[in-house]
């Protein structure tokens, strides 16, 4: 079995949220999770200032396209090209050529390396960095997909969840 590389696909622009949910109900339907193992709309979280009031977005950092980690056949291309949406893969002529590491990594996509923590739900942990660095609490939910904890802060006089990084708590 061939290796999975990242690749872009170009869509018809406002597209590309509807594309990502077809090409994932496909994969679903015709069971192809080991050939197309994700489809991504990379966001970008922006603060935008309307009537005075600042509120957070997520801005498509690439709009029209959409990046797929996929296993390159005969079967992974005609799924992907025929999905409505789709006007091609991004490269010369019909062929599609995957992203080279360097590219992924100036995206801010890193190859993925199973990252083992020694956390436990219940764990104390410290935050050390961002805006609740120096917090202390419990972590209350863990999640391996997104490499991110739970853990409740105190704010306003409440108990409050806040999502962290696994890189910005450390185990007390």
């Known amino acids: 079995m061939s290796e999975a590389h990242w690749y872009v696909v170009h869509t018809y622009s406002g597209y590309e949220n509807k ?11 015709r069971n192809l999770q080991d050939q197309i193992l994700e489809v991504s709309v990379p966001m970008l979280p922006v603060v935008e200032l309307k009537n005075g009031v600042e509120k957070k977005a997520d801005k498509k950092m690439f709009p029209g396209y959409v990046l797929i980690n996929m296993v390159m056949n005969d079967d992974t291309w005609y799924v992907v090209r025929n999905t409505r949406g789709v006007t091609g ?22 190859r993925e390396e199973d990252v083992l923590v020694d956390f436990e739900v219940g764990d104390m942990v410290v935050v050390i960095s961002g805006a609740w ?12 997909s997104k490499k991110t904890i739970t853990m409740h802060v105190e704010m306003f006089g409440r108990e409050t969840p806040v999502e962290l990084g ?4 450390k185990k007390m």
């Not at 594309?19 to 339907?29: A, C, H, L, P």
């Not at 893969?89 to 890193?110: N, R, Y």
């Open 19 to 29: 594309v990502k949910v077809d090409i994932e109900k496909t994969i679903e339907n």
């Open 166 to 169: 696994f890189a910005e708590v």
């Open 89 to 110: 893969f991004v490269g010369p002529g019909s062929k599609p050529v995957p992203l080279t590491e360097e590219e992924m990594a100036s995206l801010g996509f890193h």
């Open 133 to 144: 660095k120096d917090t202390v609490g419990a972590i209350k939910a863990i999640n391996d």
